[in-house]
């Protein structure tokens, strides 16, 4: 499903131009869950960003492709409607943007784009109760501008509900753990997991091996100096909890 | 033409020449040659003149050929609301108007205060009334609210208007303008005289061609215990200045001045200000947003004076927000607060950038085409500037969603 190969890329320009990914190679086959783990500065963040297309990375190697698809040469709205999906670690405040207005935007968007129908106004409406209810997000909430004043809980709460309204093929979780407490995580992992699916596939990018506890992944990869430097079962994640990442560093040399 | 009336203005351009014959050519009237003179120390305003540095008649107009154009289209009409056409050729005003407005034609040309300091809203005084001059007066009297819609359009090659209202004590006039250009200069002057607690609701849509000249110059007096609420949409011409000078001369009064520009390439847009607080305890509440193509300009002039004798316990705020969409587009703003009074709250504000990078890749993220983003975040910038437009709102948000979702 999606598959990197030998990623190289930087950020920023000119002499300041720093290397962040590596050579990065990894493969998340359909139905599958991955956990990405790493140190701070490891290029997690970066390699969510390249993925999805931003601006201000450059690709200086290799290739990432979405079930063949060359996802590098695409704009970011059209690896979106190609079904590329990131839960933001900082999601952005859009302030006189009422939430479900953006939604129901960007599914239209992205239905245009792929030549199917636009979604009807009581068949969204419809769809999104039930959502919210699942995430225990107010309806309320769902009025009010995109993120404008919502706690950080709040927010990465909404960023899974976009996740389960677009009903993307392939998610990127940027941290979605940070600034959540154990109820919210709970109820966050619930709404991915509902996600899981054998034609969809799923990038986790985690600091902590907690959110793994609720959101089960086949695979763990260590990411660190910009590239994959071991890929285990879950049980590396527990091992990662317990002696930190030096150990594992410093075996893979 | 008497040489005299050719001296009126130095070196005069071709455009200037044919307002001095135009001005010859009507009925002799003291009043009419003082509103001239005030015109013709400055001619067409230009660089070279305070306050119109950005915004350049004199250069801008170049002949007085009537310019070809489809007119456009006036979002703010309304079926069964009273209203006055002014054309190059004169204005027509409706048999009947509603209860509580009068429509009085003077015959002889009103003085107009602070001439000198608005040319070409002196200019509009001046030549008004075309082959009929005069002045047109509206009589508004305190009851139920009235609705009286205004059009200043082509062809041709003068629009010279000019209205005189007069609020009475608690009297509601929801006043709505639409400046559609079509003339190759096209200027209106439109005095408000708010008696005690007299309330007034304007709205001003203004479009024009690449080849047009349009000012819109407006006056408000307000005395003790009144209310104004403007708010105006602008998408400008080659140039276009929307000018507002209004005086608080009684305590308690209270105004907004709402405006939002959009500049498309080679137009020009200008929001231009003077608010004086001549008693205490009055309030100015001011918001000014603007977004900008490449090749567009956009001007924000906004000035506050608060005198130390006359000025205290005022409460002003300005903010001028505007967005260069591309490169290439230009703003101006010259934000001038003149206090003098020390018991006084007065706040200002004033920015200039480009779209938030954030906010368009987390658009774009979510499948939300670049040009689709740039509409929905310029949109949701200049919203709040026309929110207070009540029932307008709607009418000035198509118009610029339309021009968003096409031009930008």
Redesign the interface.
């Known amino acids: 499903m999606l598959k990197i190969e030998n990623l190289t890329a930087t950020v920023g320009e000119g002499e300041d131009a720093k290397t962040i990914l590596n050579g990065l190679s990894l493969a998340v086959p359909a139905g599958e869950v991955h956990a990405i783990m790493g140190p701070n500065g490891a290029g997690k963040s970066t390699l969510s960003y390249v993925l999805?297309?931003?601006?201000?990375y450059a690709v200086t190697g290799g290739t990432a492709t979405l079930d063949g698809a060359d996802l590098l040469s695409m704009?970011?709205?059209a690896?979106?409607?190609k079904g590329?999906?990131?839960s933001?670690q900082y999601?952005?405040?859009?302030?006189?943007?009422p939430v479900m207005t953006?939604?129901r935007?960007?599914?239209n968007?992205?239905r245009k784009?792929r030549g199917e129908a636009e979604i009807s106004a009581p068949d969204f409406i419809k769809k999104s109760r039930e959502i919210a209810k699942v995430l225990s997000l107010d309806p309320e909430m769902l009025k009010r501008?995109v993120n404008v004043g919502f706690s950080g809980g709040e927010k990465k709460r909404l960023e899974i509900y976009?996740m389960m309204m677009?009903e993307p093929r392939f998610m990127v979780l940027d941290e979605t753990d940070s600034g959540l407490d154990i109820d919210a995580l709970r109820t966050v992992a619930e709404g991915v997991n509902a996600l899981r699916a054998p034609s969809r596939g799923m990038l986790v990018i985690t600091h902590y091996q907690r959110l793994l506890d609720y959101i089960k992944p086949d695979k763990v990869h260590v990411l660190a100096k910009g590239r994959i430097i071991k890929t285990g079962g879950p049980e590396l994640a527990h091992r990662l909890e317990a002696e930190g990442y030096d150990g594992v560093l410093a075996e893979a040399v | 033409m008497s040489a005299a009336l050719k001296d009126l203005i130095r070196n005069p351009t071709v455009a200037e020449l044919e307002l001095v014959a135009r001005f010859a050519a009507l009925k002799a009237d003291p009043r009419r040659e003082r509103l001239f003179e005030a015109f013709a120390q400055t001619g067409l305003p230009g660089r070279r003149v305070e306050g119109w540095r950005w915004t350049d008649f004199k250069t801008a107009v170049t002949s007085m050929e009537a310019p070809k154009s489809a007119p456009p289209r006036d979002p703010l009409a309304r079926e069964g609301v009273a209203t006055l056409r002014f054309t190059p050729s004169g204005y027509a005003a409706p048999s009947a108007l509603p209860e509580g407005l009068r429509l009085l034609v003077k015959d002889d040309v009103q003085a107009m205060g602070g001439a000198e300091a608005a040319p070409l809203g002196a200019l509009a005084a001046a030549l008004s009334g075309g082959k009929t001059p005069g002045t047109l007066l509206v009589d508004v009297s305190a009851g139920a609210p009235v609705h009286l819609h205004m059009v200043f359009e082509g062809p041709g090659a003068l629009n010279a208007a000019r209205v005189v209202f007069l609020l009475r004590p608690g009297a509601e006039l929801q006043v709505t303008e639409s400046h559609l250009g079509g003339a190759a200069l096209s200027t209106a002057l439109i005095e408000f005289t708010l008696n005690k607690n007299a309330r007034l609701h304007r709205t001003v849509y203004q479009i024009g061609g690449a080849s047009e000249a349009q000012a819109v110059t407006a006056i408000i007096e307000q005395d003790a215990g009144a209310e104004s609420l403007q708010t105006t949409l602008a998408f400008g011409a080659k140039v276009a200045r929307l000018e507002t000078r209004l005086v608080h001369r009684e305590t308690g009064s209270k105004a907004t001045l709402n405006a939002a520009y959009l500049a498309g390439a080679g137009l020009q847009a200008d929001i231009t200000t003077h608010v004086r607080h001549g008693a205490p305890s009055c309030v100015t509440r001011q918001l000014t947003k603007g977004a900008v193509l490449d090749g567009g300009r956009g001007v924000f002039q906004g000035k506050f004076h608060v005198p130390r004798t006359t000025g205290q316990q005022t409460d002003a705020s300005m903010q001028h927000n505007a967005l260069l969409l591309e490169e290439g587009a230009e703003v101006f703003a010259k934000p001038e607060l003149e206090i003098l009074a020390d018991d006084v709250q007065c706040a200002h504000g004033n920015t200039s950038g480009a779209l938030d990078?954030?906010?368009l890749?987390?658009?774009?993220?979510?499948?939300?085409?670049?040009v689709?983003?740039r509409a929905?975040?310029t949109?949701?910038?200049i919203?709040?500037a026309l929110e207070g437009a009540g029932g307008m709102e709607e009418a000035l948000r198509a118009e610029a969603t339309a021009w968003l979702t096409h031009a930008a």
Do not use: D, H, K, W
Request: proline content about 9%; charged content about 15%.
């Open positions: 999805t297309g931003r601006e201000g704009e970011p709205e690896r979106a409607a590329m999906f990131l933001f999601p952005v405040e859009i302030p006189g943007v953006f939604v935007t960007a599914m968007a992205q784009a501008p976009q677009l | 990078a954030a906010q890749f987390y658009l774009r993220q979510r499948g939300i085409p670049l689709q983003a929905i975040l949109e949701a910038f919203a709040q």
